[in-house]
């Protein structure tokens, strides 16, 4: 929870699809009495902070409206995403499964973090499926935690001829 803290303590906004920014919102927001839920642990309360107070985009065409400090993405996904990355700042932060593959197709992510655990689920989505094109990586960053988990940041090299 602390590495992610951090991850997303360093970018200037969280993009979400609908998807992702429903299930963050029902776990994560602060009530409205301002006390984290009975089920929440301490240490999990620095993560709830941050994801709370950032400000959000969320992607969607179904959505009518968003709250909890964001803002709907509508229209060309690439003109968007394309906007928002030319603000000044360090950078958005994307999380989920559909939209980080639409945006991994358009070339449009400039840095991958990878968090690799020690266990074999067998199930569940299997992370860029479908993508287009091979995309090859450079590693810039590699930190393995005690528990096993090695985090691992990667950006995309340019092809060369």
Known sequence: MRYWTAEMERADALLFGRVTYQMMESAWR??????????MDEWEIPFAETIDRAKKY?????L??????????????GQAVQRLKQEPGEGLFVGGV???????????????VFLVQPVLAGHGPT????LRERIQLELVDRHEFRSGVAAVRYRPTRATA
Request: cysteine-free; overall charge negative; charged content about 15%.
């Open 98 to 112: 559909t939209l980080p593959l639409a945006l991994a197709d358009l070339g449009l992510i400039d840095e991958y």
């Open 64 to 77: 009518s409206g968003v709250d909890w400090n964001a803002e709907l993405v509508r229209g060309d996904l």
């Open 30 to 39: 602060q009530p409205a009495t301002g006390t984290w839920p009975d089920w």
């Open 127 to 130: 992370l860029l499926a479908g």
């Open 58 to 62: 969320v992607v969607s065409n179904t």
